[in-house]
């Protein structure tokens, strides 16, 4: 055996391990089927006039980097369009949302200070602080006692993380308490709005501005490739905050920027935010909730987003069960513990605007009859 030849065998060891424990991940084609599971909320990758207008106005790449060669007023006024919308006085383009998080957590904080974050935080903030010498502490879900607990016992600077929208539960952040608990105890809050992007405000501003708590946040994430369709996020906050990480934030320094191109089609998006038929979304969401409350039997998630939950409390039931879907035409995907807490496996449903009332219909039909 070679030394390469070794080498695959111990990774593939790995991955029957991963297949044994029903936790191998295969990529999917899934074009044909009824969408419930992308975070494309509005149908905004699939508008044409989003994807064909600009492409062929600008070069094709970027370059370099923002801080050599890859800057441009184009991307400088699109960040002024982003912090306008949002109600910041600055914001930042990282490539991804990951990016974005990674970056700030990392650079935000040294050794003495304390990182307190929900322990359901998405795993681009958990890296980001993994990649600071802050201490990190965890509260409970949306526990407010539990985050005044962790707050007591945090030292340096205190620096608090939430999701407005959780990811993977779809329910909402009691964000005014939150706010306040940390005005009390001096921590700066940090919230990532990958999920209300576009989703919550009049105009999709999120639910920061919806709730008049921007100057009581420090930075916000707003992610655009979830309800915006594309790719990219920003960071909002203050011009410091902007310059501070333009100076050391390593996921924006060391990578070559986004394409032009992107620029343009994250301005046509944010023009047409605030058009965006939320008002459908949430009938569809409040139509899924009541139809789901007479399947007693089976365990929704309690959830006034876009994203819900079903908890078959098992990977393997999970991935059966999606594997089902698929069969029967519904592209839906099971979402598996360590993901989740062991116990809480589940299916991820996420709704959208061209979604119809009977897709969604012959959907839970379908979920019924696996259980049957
Ligand atoms: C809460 C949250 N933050 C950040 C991200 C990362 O965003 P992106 O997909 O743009 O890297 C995601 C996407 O999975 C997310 O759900």
């Known amino acids: 055996m070679t030394t390469n030849q070794y080498f695959d065998s111990f990774l593939q060891d790995k991955l029957d391990e991963r297949i044994a424990n029903g936790l191998y991940r295969s990529l999917v084609h899934a074009t044909d089927k009824i969408d419930f599971s992308s975070n494309d909320y509005f149908g905004f990758s699939r508008s044409l006039s989003i994807k064909n207008n600009h492409t062929t106005v600008y070069g094709a790449g970027a370059t370099g980097s923002r801080s050599i060669t890859g800057n441009s007023l184009l991307a400088e006024d699109t960040e002024k369009i982003i912090a306008q919308f949002h109600g910041a006085a600055a914001a930042l383009i990282f490539n991804s949302g990951y990016m974005a998080n990674v970056g700030l957590f990392s650079c935000i904080a040294a050794k003495g200070d304390t990182f307190i974050s929900d322990e359901y935080i998405h795993a681009s903030i958990i890296d980001g602080m993994r990649l600071s010498y802050a201490s990190r502490l965890r509260f409970k879900h949306n526990d407010l006692s539990d985050l005044e ?51 919550f405000g009049d105009k999709g501003e999120g639910l920061v501005s919806k709730y008049h708590l921007t100057k ?28 501070y990480l333009i100076n050391n934030a390593r996921s924006f320094i060391y990578t070559t920027a986004l394409p032009p191109h992107t620029y343009l089609q994250i301005q046509d998006a944010y023009k047409a935010l ?15 909730r009541e139809a789901t409350l007479s399947i ?42 360590p993901t989740v807490p062991a116990g809480t496996e589940r299916l991820r449903i996420c709704l959208h605007t061209f979604n119809t009332i009977n897709e969604i219909e012959m959907l839970l039909t379908e979920i019924n009859n696996h259980f049957l």
């Open 149 to 199: 607990k962790k707050l007591g016992l945090a030292t340096g600077k205190k620096i608090v993380s939430v999701e407005s929208i959780y990811s993977m539960d779809g329910d909402e952040a009691p964000l005014k308490k939150i706010a306040e608990l940390c005005k009390k105890h001096q921590a700066i809050l940090i919230v990532d709005e990958a999920h209300a992007t576009g989703v």
């Open 296 to 337: 007693k039997q089976l365990s929704f998630i309690d959830s006034n987003s876009a994203i819900q939950g079903l908890i078959t409390g098992d990977n393997f039931k999970a991935k059966a069960l999606a594997e089902y879907l698929f069969k029967k035409g519904f592209y839906v995907r099971p979402i598996l513990s």
């Open 274 to 288: 605030p058009m965006a038929d939320r008002t459908k979304l949430f009938q569809l969401i409040a139509f899924f």
């Open 216 to 243: 009581d946040v420090f930075a916000c994430t707003y992610t655009f490739g979830k309800a915006i369709g594309l790719h990219g996020a920003a960071i909002a906050g203050s011009h410091t905050l902007r310059n």
